[in-house]
């Protein structure tokens, strides 16, 4: 069981003011090592080499995301509402907190190379032999179960889940708003307050209050915005272009044999593929910055470059193309293997579209659910069939393909090259 | 020479909505490894287990620094007053930028442990075989000489130093704003485009007028409670002391011939202080943690658990002591030795105190020069002259004696020790 | 001719930190007595009602549009831009400060009961025997002229009239801030600094880099949600209705002969529809607020209470009707009647949509200029012709009809009608 | 009896974000017409004639001081603290509300020249003939004389006045911040959060934790620094000056028997010292601004002249006085003689002082209880006896004298009054 704190805990947050902690058990996870080690892991990945401020870690968000919950729930109980199942709140709050939990350090780019994923490692630590699985076991023997099946999206209460994980859940709550602060751009603002204030639980939905709606078309609109202001900004993604080829160039280094002078036992496991738990704490954003910092140094000059372009910033140039056929690509090849870059680790054609970021889906879309709207007399709508705004962001597909590539590329000492470079990705040389 | 560039360049900032850049020289120096690496430095160290958005680097503060000497300085030659010598626009801007590129990993433990220094780190990157070196001898043989000159305040010309540092200057200014608006706290506010309508060049020195002084009061105001409620903050303090502590035992073991697991070169260096630029620059915030994070699993139990606090936050308690002797500090060792704790790794006194952060010193002190009003006929009073709150608030001396050492102490199975220490300290004993 | 001042003036202002004046005949215009009138004039008429922090003057307004169109041209100026016409900075300013001079009290109500405009009121003040004309004729004797033509937007150079009028123009930027920051909403923010800084001039016109897309996309998203939210909310039309009946209530009444116990000579004129400049001086809202509270004295029991409603916030109740036809209306007449409330006062059907607060519109309908994209090779695009959001947002016709009527009708002693009203309109009545 | 609403309604509010109403009888006295009256009242009277910005209500500040309460009481309910007195919840909500509603137009200037004052008329309005009467009735027969009790500092129970009327109250705590947000000053932001946190009901009185003196501290830098950069401003207090003078001038001329073209009952009334409430009712500040510009047209020239600069802001000139003697007075008064102006209206010393706004006072003056901390084992100490700051803060007299005459003495026709006068004062006369 879990008991209230004698007195109240609390965090100064840039973003909710205060954080308030209220239950022992919250207290326990948020000193756990595991719950700690998110200090060392950035939110928002290589995004802080395109905005210096959003250099915020995943520790902080998660903290957001249990705060968001805590305000929603006691909103909830305030009022009385007979739709929420009380019993689950402290589920629901330890879900908020822990559902990031397994997050490694540039997890995109690693999860890409090595088919890790960070969900499953979150229930993994949840249900491992860890700290977090020690506190949350004081709860109930099944409480870990319990946490895990909510943050895997299966427990059997889609109300819970929905708080957690869903086109209006905490989650983005929070990190609308935390990045839109510390990288400093206006987009991510909205009024979190009025949009707790018309959420309702109803037969076990969390819908909202159809006054609301231009309120939840703002939360919108801020996503929109940041989803291609800052998520997807080229820089941003040229740096996680890099850190994928540093990967794969070094995976491929490990199955040919190669003899690195900087290796270590987590790293080791990683292309083996069988991480243990105790080994995935160790592999946080320092430990992996080390690396890159060290085989910046390695005799290999593929990856030691791109782990030099990374540290220092020389990050990839990038162009848009107004279309792409095979016989660009294939010139574009022909053209970096004569100037000696091998196209696999220098050359990427990028095409900006990530589930875990689109602005809105009407439909269940990965486990998604979308945004429902009460009427007065408790009919419920999906707002897209309500907001021609909604309607239209929904809908829009502006990502563009973009061509990455060393800027070196363009002042080849084979001017021919550079000349023929340029004419093909449309640029004018000079 | 440098020229300006062809188009403005802009940074997003959080604080300053936006960083401008003007200059190629200015440009370049940002783009060299050197400061590119001031990313991995945090600019708060240890801090942020205190507060968790006080997680920004050295990056972001040195462009803020950059940016509010840019102002000040544009404030001048907009209104033509003719004491600012014109020809120093680039010196005052480069020695914004780069005054803190020699800070290394944990400042403050470091360099109390091995003896460096980060102003002098900063001239020997600024002086020795580096990119940033290369950047400004462009501008002129001897301008790298000039820079570190201003960084070093040896530099001829006061008001040139006086910008980057002084009692009032871009370097207080920009990380007061920035410290407050990561951390959340409301206490670094004050209206930095009022103080610098206010600042006059005048025969040689920076002065303001009279009628800010009220303005200036308020900033003073800022640094006092962010000195006490953030930068002293006994919490921040505990994690400094095991810091400390942990480079204390990592070179007694050193000294004694222990055989790390892990030691990598720079590391080395540092142990036997002869550190070389080239592994200066490898010495990163993610180095240390990688380092602190390896050896928590080193043999010898002291290093290993000091660590191991670090990483996963269990800091050392503290209680504040009234009076302070050399009786007390004895019995206290006493019951540590008792109960098997090294007292020397495991208790300390603490008097907060610390020049770089004091609120304000009337005179000349630690070479930071005292903030001068000037009236409309021009003459000038230092300003604790004027203003009795700032009267007051460099005469404060609120420091207390802190105890830090391990809560476990307080539930030693021998109940005896812990209730004579409990008894020691002043703490009720439950 | 006009001179800098001496030394640059500054107005604290919360939107724009400090506004900045850098001309004599700024500062002169200013002090006029009609500029001054502008305080007693509210930016938002009845809106305070609805949004109690919504209290600011157009006084504030003015200086705020002075401020943006300052750093508009401040930008151009310090650019170089070629097509800017440097000459023109001064008329711009002007233009900007008093575009609004003209507006009385409440204007929507009394321009629509009494046929005055505050457009042709702002050019009889610039030209007419005033302090305002008088500062403007010492910078040249046909300078008053080419302020009124900017006003007016007749003024022959493109470029000068869409920095005050267009759909992109100070006035716009400056409200759309302004009123977010009073009213105390989130919708009204956007980053002003970026779209400043990718606005140009281009062959008499100004126009935007494509790069600021998204941030004008932004600026027009605010727009659409301060629109619905803010200035159409129904609370502020009921308050607007109101003044409405009370103007044509009081105008039958004089045209009827009826005694006013209180009148005063700029009452007569409006009546008589012949005010003059000195008239209208006097015209300002604490004047007509003194009249409505005076009139609720009134033996006339029609006038003395809608003045009451107004005076003491009890508004007529509004419902949203599905569908609209005569048929309804007449029978809603009828009950009106028959519970002995004159329909003529106490009945409106609203349908909200004016020209001055539509959102976007890429055609140049009522002399608003659209906004005009230019890419990096110099050519224009109509912004809704490549943004779906603009598009989308440039189609939406929201607008409802909105029945308003007396709440007591709802409570009507004869029962029936009650019934009968709530019938109609489809309440439930209880 | 007073039951909750069955939702509660909340007002946006840009100081708190939402002001929350949950009871039918703060709703219902919210919607008197003594209560909107307050709509018609500016906070800080003649401010906005300094700071633009400030141009907000009493209307919004009363809401304000009411939720600031509701927040505090809401803070001991969750925390179940004993020594809160439960069932005076509803009457601290009222007087916080109420506390100003007596306040007339210009209070400071009319309560001086005709002894009206404030508070009394609070009282009467809630004990008199009015809705707010009806209202507060409904409660308890004696609910009305309890509420005015409190107001009056007369009620029985410290701790209810003390959370309207102290050094740290309600009333303080929202002015401060609302007055920084509308004028746009940065001085006035504290950390109400944290202060309402450490807020405790100890013994029949407010108690602060004395883990909260630097948010104490920084609250009370926040009054000194408002108090002289807002408050006590030199244009603001020349504009109350001037009306004061008008006052004066009027009560002379009515005295003397002139003939008024323009005078209305509730003026007469408050001649006559004899208002009742229902004409209270009707003096507001949109009525004296109707009598300033009526006024400003009398054929007696000085209660014209008054009227029309305090209009147009034509306001007096000051200088500070070094010194001050009778001879000094003397003489000035001899030379506007000569100037033929009259002194008595033309010529004002001023000392700033205003017990309602002093920073802090360690007794009990003026029946404002001092700031009590309180130690973990429960014993107060007065605030000042801890904190330095608040020690020299609270001993700060830093007013001057200045001297306010019409700026065209300086530029009299007979050139050698102006330079006496400019001798007299220590100006340069150019």
């Not at 879900?95 to 939990?101: E, I, R, S």
């Not at 490692?121 to 076991?137: F, K, P, Q």
């Not at 989803?227 to 740096?239: G, N």
Request: charged share 25%; with cysteine; net charge negative.
């Amino acid at each position: 069981m879990s008991s209230p704190l004698q007195e109240e805990k609390v965090f100064k947050d840039p973003v909710h003011k205060y954080i308030y902690v209220q239950d022992q058990t919250i207290w326990d996870l948020i000193n756990t090592k595991e719950f700690q080690r998110l200090r060392r892991i950035r939110q928002l990945g290589t995004c802080f080499l395109t905005f210096h401020g959003g250099e915020h870690s995943r520790f902080s968000h998660s903290l957001g995301v249990y705060e968001v919950t805590r305000k929603i729930i006691s909103q909830f109980e305030r009022n009385g509402y007979e739709d929420w199942p009380k019993g689950e709140r402290l589920l629901c709050l330890c879900a908020a907190l822990l559902h990031d939990v397994g997050h490694g350090p540039f997890s995109h780019s690693i999860e890409k190379t090595f088919g890790t994923h960070h969900e499953e490692w979150s229930c993994r630590i949840v249900l491992g032999d860890t700290e977090i699985n020690r506190v949350l076991s004081q709860v109930s023997p099944t409480f870990p179960q319990q946490v895990a099946g909510v943050i895997a999206k299966t427990y059997h209460k889609e109300i819970v889940v929905s708080l957690v994980s869903s086109q209006l859940d905490a989650d983005r709550m929070d990190y609308l708003l935390r990045d839109a602060y510390f990288t400093g751009v206006n987009y991510g603002t909205f009024d979190l307050e009025r949009i707790l204030r018309v959420m309702r639980p109803f037969q076990g939905h969390i819908v909202v209050k159809d006054s609301g709606m231009h309120a939840v078309e703002d939360y919108l609109m801020s996503r929109y915005q940041m989803y291609w202001q800052v998520y997807f900004h080229p820089v941003t993604r040229s740096a996680e272009i890099i850190l994928h080829k540093i990967f794969q160039r070094a995976k491929q280094l490990f199955e040919e044999g190669y003899g690195f002078q900087f290796m270590l036992p987590p790293l080791l496991s990683l292309f083996h593929q069988k991480l243990t738990v105790q080994e995935y704490h160790l592999l946080d954003e320092a430990f992996m910055q080390t690396v890159l910092s060290q085989w910046s140094m390695e005799s290999d000059s593929v990856l030691a470059d791109l782990c030099a372009r990374f540290l220092n910033r020389r990050l990839f140039k990038y162009v848009m193309l107004e279309k792409l056929d095979v016989q660009l690509i294939e010139k574009l090849r022909e053209v970096m293997q004569q100037a000696d870059w091998d196209p696999a680790f220098y050359l990427e054609i990028d095409f900006p579209s990530d589930l875990s970021y689109d602005v809105y889906r009407p439909g269940n879309h990965d486990e998604k659910l979308p945004i429902l709207l009460m009427d007065q007399k408790g009919s419920l709508t999906e707002i897209s069939r309500r907001s021609e705004i909604v309607r239209s962001i929904s809908g829009i597909h502006m990502g563009k393909y973009h061509l990455y590539f060393p800027e070196e590329l363009l002042q080849h000492p084979l001017g021919s090259l550079s000349t023929e470079l340029c004419k093909l990705i449309g640029l004018e040389h000079g």
